[in-house]
């Protein structure tokens, strides 16, 4: 190569190279889907809100409402409960003080939602409502979101459902809400470019607005601003059953929701309530997991788009009754759903009621209750469900007024791979309110079952997952 | 007394006389003195000056208004001594009112007038007036003025009158027609100047009065229709002669001497390129008002002095607070500009040029340069005319211009820089150049900004012709220089806002000019006189310190120029001075440096991404595909892009000799360039914008096209018909093919910058009372508008003061202490640790939050570069945060918590206050300090402030510095760093003033610095002369 062409080559070399390294960059941002259920915040955060619909609007404005304030972490807590006139916005703040392991419970004004926000995380809330047909406990909301999704309801002659619309925000959100039923999709025209005012709360009478649906699962999409959902749902006893639930909408869609089932026996009517909200189809498996016997097959279905499907756990005679199980929810093509369990027992059964609740999305190590009663006249169950292949070592503490207090009998107990354990807390502990902190060394789903003795009124909650410490 | 008697408003009424001074008037005198008379004042009276009407008119008022006093002058003095009788005449009376014969006045405007003197302490008021034939359009609602006494209306003329300037307000004149003035101060004044006759005596008395202390009103509640026949009197020439000669009387009595001796040479050249022009477009009588307003004030210097002395004993405000009273710049230049002089001639003027050109290719033997020069010229014209002679929009780098160079002088020497939250740092040398610049322009920042701005653009094509010049040959320049010109590189800076981009495609060939003459062996058309190291390392140093105060990493830049011109000759074989251009970087940058003391130091100290300068932003990755065409924006397009490299690759395989050699240095600089911005792609690296690292690349490759155009002429010649000749052609087609491109996007006029900017999208929060507060900027570097904070690998934030920055902001200060703080509670909040940034950023005074997607609105098509979801997850969960529908591409929040700089906390418990002064964690306390009242928000934007304070904690919210003082009532307060970062202070109720203390030290640095620049810039002419 002659000294002319040996330059010439060097620099058509070195531009080459940069062209071959310098291609465009083709990385784009991902993003973490929102989590569907609350979860109580990092003990290390600088701040913890969480959202508290009021329950008590609409034709249910004789519920009485309370909420529970628990301290997981062991510093104490200190912050404000924001009272926020749910017609008018005004807002009463109410500060507060939660000891370590210590549970606080606050009564609620009139139709007023919660805001409550604490310094530092590890704050977990819960609110109840009790009326004549008994007492609904639910998760506030940790996180306010643009969607909110329910699974199931009713608006048959003997039902209420109302829908809270809490906008804690100071900017006024403007949102849509979509029914599906069991006839179709419903996009009534009240509900839609529905003003939710700052700081206020709405009330939409499910009843009034989609007449006379067995099940009635919605969707509420902001349009602008964000919010949080609680759905208040009332039977009288008229058509049979009889109940109160109160339940906080799912945030988001998940693939997966697993329900552990801390008490059963014959008289119970159960199923699932499947909605997907996406615009694909979704292939849905249900496998249910007993405490005795076989598993049952599981049983596949297929939910339209923007639909919802009703499964009775009888379908194809596959779950046993009166045996507690587990059960998961798994959207086998990835298209997420949201799921919901309801469970309706009626009389002569001792322990009478309707619920139906939203399930875990994920498994934790660390979960927690803060609202529990295990006084006279209530009681409490607990279900743990271990859904890997590693046994899992669980220890169970009692969270009261007075501060944390780990149960001797519930020490270091084994929960086996997918398989679940219940406790009937009365025989352990006796309070109200009585929290719980359940840390295992494996990710476990549990959720606590709470019933009146020779009343009605059935609740059932997942338990709120608690950051690892550390 | 009763109520009844205390609310009547004839007991309240003071006297008032109605002056109207007349002379042979026409039928409208009758109809003004009716509306006069028929006004609802109770204790009117009106006095009518006959100023020696050929036919008396007495009988005429006596019909009309038989109460009025009538007095006839025997000669005419003029509207002003006429009205200056009544000094003589009048006793008792609490104002006058001045009227010309040609106005009718609305029923109740004495009251007006009267009742707002009253509620405003207002020594002179006048009323809204609108057009004699046609009410509802506006002639005038008070008037500004320049520094020069020019006015400029505060409404355009014929306006329809919808109510919208119906707001009382301090103008500098109220027009002459109706003017109401306080009697003791018409009398403490002397009353109208005698030396004028008509036109300018409203100037000549509103000035006084305001130098007495007075303030000047206008009222629009109160109206008036107005003939304007004055004018058609006297005639339009006589009207502007008599206007040019009263104003500059008025100056020159107005002004204090020291001030007189700057405001007198800027009105010289102002009037010396006035009458330039009009002997340019030859309009005689124009000329002629400009000489005869000099001539005839020197006449009258007499009387002019012994106005000044009357004038120095009543003054009671000094000039600087009546300038502030005026506009900025020069209303004369601003009417120009906008064309209202003569768009007309404009036309002509470019017609001219182009005969110009013509001549020039046609009968000059350097054909090819000029149709390069008059193509550069063209695409420079046609291509910017959109924005030559109007505001350049407020896009990414493109601050505006909106201090004074008196502002700007005061922040160079002051201790405290504001950017940001502020600091102590050393200020930039910029501001002190800044204000030299528009000095020179007698403050015409505006146009400051387009020089500098839009001027980059010619400089560079000067440059580049500048640096071929060795090659002795004018083909092989023109093609150099229209390589330059056709580089999509400065295009696309105006495009995207880059000044600093500009501003190195401005300088890269002069610093290469240098360069090359130290490496030697361009042959040159003569050899200069060798140069000593020291003498040519100073003046590429003082270059390079120009450069570098608008763009800090000019100077390590050209460091790595150098060496891509060392390893490009390494390439070529047998360098003569191989490692000269190194060592002269290095020395050229020490100078650099040493100029640029301290503000080099702390630009050392500070974080890494303030060296970038102007508008940190712009280190958007591109594909090197996109780096090696310069195609960084909207303009060029891609295949033919490829036409530039090509062009310059032409010296690589015809070149011998040294075209040969100096072509492959060439394209060693432009591999370093395109190395450069390959990886400042990436943000974490702290590089400027790619077009900044470009601009020497560009530089470079046009000078390789230059050489292979001198290789063809030189080397060509000994080969036979072959590929080289076939390459000769390539290239020759490939010039040609670089320039469509860039002239088709010349026709859009602005390379596709748009007149919109964030600053009009938020000008309706501009327009609301922020006042001591801040703006907090969240996005990618390139779309914020000034220099920010890093955040993290994508985002920078950024501070203004109140809703839009201005050029103060552009230079980022130091990343670290507050800034810190600040940027972990973004931090916070984006990690989800808390949903209470409004909280947590108030004690920073920020009200507002602006996620920015984009450089300039939606509308304008300019890149979107989303701000990552979970940022705008982050501010749509705050709950201290309302978000306002502003414009797409911005996110805006409005923080519901009580923010501003300076905060007043009442009543706090002790435990509050040893958490303020003692917190564990700055950001708990934040969120844990009890909400404060905004205090001290009149001089928002300055360090300085003053007013009442209640009792309390005050917290200023920026960076906690010993040389901060509070006095309250007189009395000194102590200070004490609080929240961890912030200033506070204890204070008891009272007047409170804030002041930051520079440091008598900062003030000898500053000298030393100013001695070091003006001995550089001796030496280095000195030298130039020398060679020369």
Redesign the interface.
């Known amino acids: 190569m002659n000294?002319?062409v040996l330059?010439?080559v060097?620099?058509a070399a070195?531009?080459a190279v940069?062209?071959?390294?310098?291609?465009?960059?083709g990385s784009s941002?991902t993003?973490?889907p929102p989590d569907p259920v609350p979860h109580a915040?990092?003990a290390?955060?600088?701040?913890s809100?969480w959202f508290c619909p009021s329950p008590q609007g609409g034709p249910a404005t004789d519920v009485a409402a309370t909420i529970d304030i628990a301290n997981t972490t062991s510093a104490p807590r200190t912050g404000t409960v924001r009272w926020l006139a749910a017609a008018t916005g005004t807002a009463t703040v109410a500060p507060f003080s939660v000891g370590p392991g210590a549970v606080l419970t606050v009564a609620a004004p009139p139709a007023s939602s919660a805001?409550v926000?604490s310094?530092g995380?590890g704050v977990v809330v819960e609110q109840s409502a009790a009326g004549t047909t008994g007492r609904a406990v639910a998760h506030c909301a940790s996180?306010?979101s643009?969607t909110w999704y329910t699974a199931n309801g009713s608006t048959l002659v003997d039902a209420t459902e109302v829908l809270s619309l809490f906008n804690?925000?100071?900017?006024d959100a403007v949102v849509d809400i979509e029914f599906s039923t069991e006839e179709g999709r419903e996009a009534p025209g009240a509900v839609q470019g529905l003003v939710i005012p700052?700081g206020r709360t709405t009330f939409v009478d499910a009843t009034a607005t989609v007449r006379r649906q067995q099940v009635t699962a919605a969707a509420v999409r902001a349009r602008?601003?964000?919010l949080v959902v609680t759905r208040l749902q009332r039977f009288d006893g008229s058509a049979g059953r009889a109940g109160l639930s109160l339940t906080l909408a799912a945030r988001a869609a998940a693939v997966q929701w697993t329900f552990p089932n801390a008490a059963s026996t014959a008289a119970d009517v159960t199923g699932w309530q499947v909605f997907n909200p996406d615009t694909r189809e979704a292939e849905v498996t249900i496998a249910s997991f007993p405490t005795s016997g076989d598993a049952p097959e599981p049983i596949d279905i297929t939910v339209p788009p923007r639909s919802q499907v009703t499964v009775p756990a009888a379908r194809d005679g596959g779950v046993p009754t009166g045996v507690p199980f587990t059960s998961t929810v798994t959207s086998s093509n990835e298209v997420p759903v949201v799921a919901e369990r309801l469970v309706d027992v009626r009389a002569p059964d001792t322990h009478p009621g309707w619920t139906s609740v939203l399930g875990s999305p994920a498994p934790a190590r660390r979960l927690a209750f803060a609202a529990g009663d295990t006084s006279a006249g209530a009681e409490q169950w607990l279900a743990i469900f271990n859904p890997g292949q590693t046994p899992a070592k669980v220890d169970i503490s009692s969270m009261t007024a007075a501060g944390r207090a780990p149960i001797a009998a519930l020490q270091g107990v084994v929960v086996p791979p997918s398989s679940q354990v219940v406790f009937r807390m009365n025989d352990y502990v006796q309070a109200a309110p009585l929290g719980l902190e359940i840390d295992a060394t494996e990710p476990v789903v549990v959720d606590r079952t709470m019933t009146t003795i020779g009343a009605t009124g059935l609740s059932i909650t997942a338990g709120v997952p608690l950051a690892d410490p550390g | 007394m009763t109520a009844t008697d205390e609310l009547d408003p004839t007991a309240l009424a003071l006297p008032v006389v109605a002056v109207v001074v007349t002379r042979d008037p026409g039928d409208w005198l009758e109809e003004c003195l009716a509306s006069i008379g028929a006004q609802d004042y109770p204790d009117l009276s009106v006095l009518v000056i006959d100023a020696a009407s050929e036919e008396p008119v007495l009988p005429r008022v006596a019909e009309v208004l038989p109460a009025a006093f009538v007095r006839r002058l025997d000669v005419n003095p003029g509207f002003g001594p006429a009205t200056n009788e009544v000094l003589g005449m009048v006793e008792g009376a609490a104002f006058y009112v001045f009227c010309h014969d040609d106005v009718v006045l609305d029923p109740t405007v004495i009251w007006a007038l009267v009742e707002e003197a009253f509620r405003s302490n207002a020594g002179v008021v006048g009323p809204k007036l609108v057009m004699w034939d046609d009410p509802s359009r506006l002639l005038d609602v008070g008037m500004a003025a320049d520094k020069g006494g020019v006015l400029m209306p505060m409404v355009e003329r014929g306006e329809l009158d919808q109510e919208q300037h119906d707001s009382v307000r301090d103008v500098f004149v109220v027009p002459g027609a109706v003017t109401m003035v306080r009697s003791d101060l018409f009398a403490t004044l002397g009353g109208f100047d005698t030396g004028i006759e008509i036109f300018g005596e409203d100037l000549d008395l509103c000035w006084r009065a305001q130098v007495a202390g007075a303030r000047v009103l206008v009222v629009p509640a109160a109206r008036a229709r107005h003939r304007e026949g004055l004018v058609d009197r006297v005639g339009p020439d006589q009207a502007a002669l008599l206007r040019n000669r009263h104003r500059l009387r008025t100056v020159l009595t107005c002004y204090r001497t020291y001030h007189l001796l700057w405001i007198i040479p800027q009105l010289l050249f102002l009037s010396f390129a006035e009458l330039l022009y009009t002997v340019m477009t030859g309009s005689r009588p124009h000329a002629h008002r400009v000489v005869n307003a000099w001539w005839w004030n020197w006449q009258h210097r007499g009387e002019i002095r012994a106005r000044r002395r009357v004038l120095k004993a009543i003054r009671r405000f000094p000039d600087r607070e009546v300038r502030k009273l005026q506009v900025g710049g020069s209303a004369r230049i601003t009417r120009f500009v906008r064309g209202e002089l003569a768009a007309s001639k404009l036309g002509e003027e470019l017609e001219d040029l182009s005969g110009e050109l013509e001549d020039m290719v046609r009968h000059r033997p350097r054909k090819l340069a000029a149709v390069a020069w008059g193509l550069a010229a063209l695409l420079f014209v046609v291509g910017t005319r959109s924005l030559l002679f109007h505001r350049i929009p407020s896009v990414a780098g493109f601050a505006p211009f909106d201090q004074s160079p008196v502002d700007l002088l005061r922040q160079y020497l002051s201790g405290w820089q504001p950017a940001g939250l502020g600091s102590a740092a050393a200020q930039p040398t910029a501001f002190a150049l800044l204000a030299l610049g528009g000095s020179v322009l007698l403050g015409h920042m505006g146009m400051l900004q387009q020089v500098l701005v839009l001027g980059a653009i010619p400089a560079g094509a000067v440059g580049m012709w500048r640096l071929t010049r060795p090659l002795d040959s004018p083909n092989a320049r023109g093609v150099g220089l229209l390589l330059y010109t056709v580089v999509p590189l400065p295009w696309n800076c105006v495009a995207h806002g880059n000044w600093a981009g500009l501003i190195l495609y401005g300088a890269a060939p002069w610093l290469l000019t240098a360069l090359a003459e130290v490496a030697g062996e361009l042959p040159g058309d003569e050899a200069p006189r060798e140069r000593p190291f020291w003498a040519a390392a100073l003046a590429l140093g003082l270059l390079l310190a120009c450069v570098a105060a608008f763009v800090p990493l000019a100077v390590p830049l050209l460091l790595a120029v150098a060496v891509g011109l060392t390893a490009g000759g390494l390439?070529?074989?047998r360098p003569n001075r191989l490692l000269g251009p190194i060592s002269l970087a290095a020395g050229a940058s020490v100078v650099a440096v040493v100029l640029h003391l301290p503000w080099a130091v702390a630009l050392a100290l500070g974080d890494r991404w303030s060296w970038a300068g102007v508008a940190a932003g712009g280190v958007r990755?591109?594909?090197?595909?996109d780096?090696?065409r310069f195609e960084t924006g909207p303009v060029g397009i891609s295949w033919l892009g490829w036409s530039i490299?090509l062009a310059a690759?032409v010296v690589?395989?015809l070149g011998?000799s040294w075209r040969?050699r100096w072509g492959?240095r060439c394209?060693g600089v432009a591999?370093m360039s395109?190395?450069l911005a390959?990886l400042g792609?990436h943000h974490a690296l702290g590089l400027p914008p790619a077009e900044v690292l470009l601009a020497p690349g560009a530089a470079a490759l046009a000078l390789a096209g230059a050489l292979g155009v001198s290789a063809f002429e030189l080397d060509l010649r000994g080969f036979r018909f072959g590929w080289r000749q076939v390459a000769s052609i390539v290239g020759g087609v490939a010039v040609v093919l670089a320039i469509l491109p860039i002239a088709l996007d010349a026709l859009d006029g602005a390379w596709h910058l748009r007149a919109a900017d964030h600053a009009g999208s938020l000008g309706p929060l501009a327009a609301q009372p922020v006042g001591g507060a801040r703006t907090l900027w969240i996005g990618a570097p390139e779309t914020l508008p000034i220099a920010g904070f890093h955040l993290d690998d994508d985002l920078d934030f950024a501070l203004t003061t109140d809703t839009f920055g201005g050029v103060l902001d552009r230079w980022a200060t130091s990343g670290k202490g507050a800034i810190d703080v600040l940027r972990q509670s973004i931090l916070?909040a984006e990690s989800?640790?808390?949903?209470?940034l409004g909280t947590?950023v108030a004690p920073f005074g920020v009200k507002y939050i602006v996620l920015v997607d984009r450089a300039a609105p939606e509308r304008t098509d300019e890149t979107l570069i989303p701000v990552?979801?979970?940022i705008d997850d982050m501010a749509?969960?705050q709950?201290?945060?309302?978000?306002l529908e502003v414009e797409p591409a911005l996110g805006v929040f409005q923080n519901?918590a009580p923010a501003s700089v300076r905060t007043l906390h009442a009543g706090l418990s002790p435990a509050a206050v040893a958490q303020l002064d003692s917190p564990k964690d700055p950001?708990?306390a934040a969120?844990?300090l009890p909400a404060g009242s905004p205090v001290l928000t009149a001089q928002a934007g300055r360090p300085e402030a003053s007013g009442r304070v209640g009792a309390g904690e005050l917290v200023v919210g920026s960076p906690a510095d010993d040389r901060w003082r509070v006095t309250v009532d007189g009395k000194a307060q102590s200070r004490r760093e609080v929240l961890g970062w912030a200033n506070g202070w204890a204070v008891p109720a009272g007047a409170a003033s804030l002041t930051y203390e520079t440091s008598p030290v900062r003030l000898l640095v500053v000298l030393l610095q100013v001695l070091a620049w003006v001995a550089a810039v001796v030496l280095v002419v000195r030298g130039w002369r020398r060679r020369r």
């Open positions: 000294r002319t330059p010439v060097v620099v070195a531009c940069l062209l071959l390294v310098g291609g465009a960059d941002p993003t973490v915040d990092p290390g955060a600088l701040t809100s805001l926000q310094t995380g996180d306010t643009p804690p925000f100071p900017s700052a602008t601003g964000q | 390439i070529g074989g990755a591109f594909p090197a595909s780096l090696l490299p690759s690589l395989v011998r040969l492959l394209w591999l395109w190395t390959l792609g916070a989800g640790s808390t949903d209470q947590l990552p979801a979970d749509e969960h709950l201290d945060l309302r978000k519901v950001l708990a969120l844990a």
